[in-house]
């Protein structure tokens, strides 16, 4: 989770105060629902949460999904996003026997396909879920990146900065740097910065803040964000916000409530 101002460093918010809370709980095994759900109460209106995490739906293939594919999970997603805290989730990085995305439109729970917009029986957690391509210009879905309707934007999943992984056992420093962070983690972080350049500035502006539904139609425009190589309808990764649009553009007015899909 982000929020507030900290230390400066590198990047694309350098003065964030960051927060993490473990998906492992106290007990000795993971419950993202139950970490999602901690860090709702440190949140306030406005605020970012960025979920970090992927999910098996079935021990029977490789196959992983958004974190809210499990009911527990995307209740709480929807309760942070109720309470008007901007939810940024992972896609997920697809089948990890084919190295190859899962297309969300297909994903069935319970006979329903609960992550397609165009179902009778979709269910909108509030999230911004989003999804990976490449550095280069122009941005092709990796290869691995779940893709979908629900998708709502995209970010580079490769040539990302971020901090070293470091084990306690070694006697070396922790402050270093790893320039090979992917996939749609390392999407999902940077539209988190994104989320709070936007925040920070609109709440500079304007005395107030963006809701949910209001960020997630900012982030996935067309008319602010730039098309994958093949395009949304294709692609069905969304588009990637353009930063320097949505200042330059969106962000001159205090902006009106805005529908969701």
């Known amino acids: ?3 507030g101002a900290g230390k400066k460093d590198g990047g694309i918010t ?26 709702i109460s440190y949140l306030t209106f406005g605020d970012v949460l960025l979920i970090e995490t992927q999910s098996f739906y079935s021990s029977a293939n ?16 929807r309760l942070a996003t109720a309470l ?5 989730e992972a896609a997920g990085n697809g089948d990890m026997y084919s190295i190859s995305g899962n297309d969300l439109d297909l994903f069935i729970s319970n006979k329903k396909k609960v992550l397609n917009p165009a179902s009778r029986v979709f269910k909108d957690s509030g999230a911004i879920i989003v999804a990976a391509a490449s550095m280069d210009v122009p941005h092709k879905r990796i290869r691995y990146s779940n893709y979908g309707k629900r998708i709502n934007c995209y970010a580079w999943g490769e040539g990302v900065v971020t901090g070293e992984n470091h084990s306690a056992s070694q006697d070396t420093p922790i402050n270093i740097y790893a320039t090979n962070f992917t996939g749609t983690s390392s999407a999902a972080a940077i539209i988190a910065g994104v989320a709070i350049a936007v925040q920070s500035i609109y709440e500079t502006k304007f005395s107030m803040r963006v809701n949910p539904s209001q960020m997630r139609h900012i982030l996935s425009s067309d008319e602010y964000g730039t098309a994958s190589a093949n395009g949304r309808a294709r692609d069905k990764i969304g588009v990637m916000p353009d930063l320097k649009k949505i200042i330059d553009h969106y962000l001159q007015a205090p902006v009106r409530q805005l529908p969701g899909y």
């Open 84 to 88: 008007g805290i901007i939810v940024i």
């Open 62 to 77: 490789g196959k992983v999904w958004p974190a809210e594919v499990h009911d527990a999970t995307f209740q709480v997603i």
């Open 14 to 39: 350098p003065d964030v105060d960051g927060s993490v809370i473990s998906q492992w709980r106290p007990g000795g095994e993971p419950n993202d629902a139950d970490a999602i759900l901690a860090a």
């Open 1 to 3: 989770m982000m929020r």
